[in-house]
């Protein structure tokens, strides 16, 4: 039982760094044909619910690397965290001004808060999951919102990580007591 736990851990591990890599990359290489666009293709109201949702999530995930006691829930966190400040430097660094950000569920930080141990990784990983679906809610609804090509393809590859965001949080969701 022991070695099907710590196979997984590493599954997850591995595949989490080789996905974040990934995205981190694909980011990069994006930046320069969405620079000249983003100013006239991000609609103010998807990049508030975004910057909202992802707001929550960053500071969520903060309050997690330090209270979380699972190290896959630890680890979920880490990623999360680094994955919204990198998207946040991203937007700057094109210059999008993005609405003064807001947590999109400040209830969920209170009751984070007043949590510890197992019911805190729990309940961090239900919102995690949560506002993943809301994201890909939202930047579905931006998809089919632009005929601009170039957003298309890129909302596109941000659909399919978020995507797998919610398949990981919800693999690790089952596996916590």
Excluded: C
């Amino acid at each position: 039982m022991k070695n099907s736990v710590q196979e997984s851990r590493r599954n997850f591990l591995t595949t989490s760094v080789k996905g974040a890599a990934m995205v981190g990359a694909g980011a990069v290489i994006m930046a320069i044909p969405l620079k000249s666009l983003a100013h006239s293709s991000i609609d103010a109201g998807y990049l508030d619910q975004i910057a909202s949702i992802g707001t929550t999530s960053l500071e969520t995930s903060r309050l997690a690397l330090r209270a979380a006691v699972n190290p896959l829930v630890q680890l979920f966190a880490k990623f999360e965290k680094e994955e919204q400040e990198a998207v946040g430097g991203l937007l700057g660094t094109l210059g999008v001004i993005v609405p003064s950000p807001h947590p999109a569920d400040p209830d969920v930080l209170r009751t984070l808060r007043g949590l510890n141990g197992p019911a805190f990784d729990k309940t961090y990983m239900v919102a995690q999951v949560k506002g993943h679906h809301r994201l890909k809610d939202v930047v579905g609804a931006y998809f089919q919102s632009t005929d601009n090509a170039y957003i298309k393809h890129v909302v596109n590859l941000a659909l399919a990580t978020i995507g797998e965001h919610i398949e990981r949080g919800e693999m690790l969701l089952r596996q916590l007591p």
